[in-house]
């Protein structure tokens, strides 16, 4: 009785707090933190490889950090690729309109081929700006998959689909992204157009944020796990 009521909440502060130290400890060099993300999503999904639940929401964080990785390493910068994406983008406001997050994707695709156009005119070396529009078209999409989840799960997979907390914190990350790469976005506009070169608190923000939420996401992830693994364990 008593291990069934304070080992939950022991595990929660025992990994979180092992968490947080492990994201403060690999700041600043991404290739171990995302070693380290991979190997526990990795590893959460092997031990809830039997939950259909966990390990579908699983499958979208690693579908959404391969596309990310194959879009920085293999996205070229060029006015073919800009236009592409840039048409791609308004494709998924129509087709996201329900969501909110895809009025800031239009502002950025308005603003973006703006100042793309602009640039040329006047013969700017344009910065990357379009890489941003490029993770938050991705993050649109990823909120959009998963709202369908339970339903795709529960078509094609199994009946037993249904929503757990590691949606919600994954739809809500999404967000967060979205708003802090749009805010850097912003501020290329102001250093690249308006002459405030001093205009760097997003950017330089930005690695921490992102740190962040990626180590909240590790602890969700960790957490929904046990959360459904731990029952069993205590019949067994």
Known sequence: MILRAYLPKFLTALFGGLFVAASIFTFGNALVFD???????????????KDVNVLSVIAIIFLQHIIEEFAWLYLPSSYLIKGLVYITGFWLVYYFWYDWTSKIL????????????YWYVIGY????TFWYVCIIMICISIRH??????SMVESYISPK???IN???VLYKINAVIIIAQTTVLFEYYLRHIFGFKNALFAYEALPYIIHA?????IWTTFNESYKQLFPQLIKA
């Open 145 to 150: 998959l998963v709202f369908l989840r339970v």
């Open 106 to 117: 239009l502002l950025c695709l308005i603003l973006g081929i703006s100042t793309e156009v």
């Open 166 to 168: 590691l949606d919600w």
């Open 161 to 163: 689909a249904k929503s």
């Open 125 to 128: 070396e344009p910065p990357q």
């Open 213 to 217: 939420l990626s180590t909240l996401l």
């Open 35 to 49: 070693r380290l993300f991979l190997g526990v999503i990795l590893f959460t999904a092997i031990l809830c490889r």
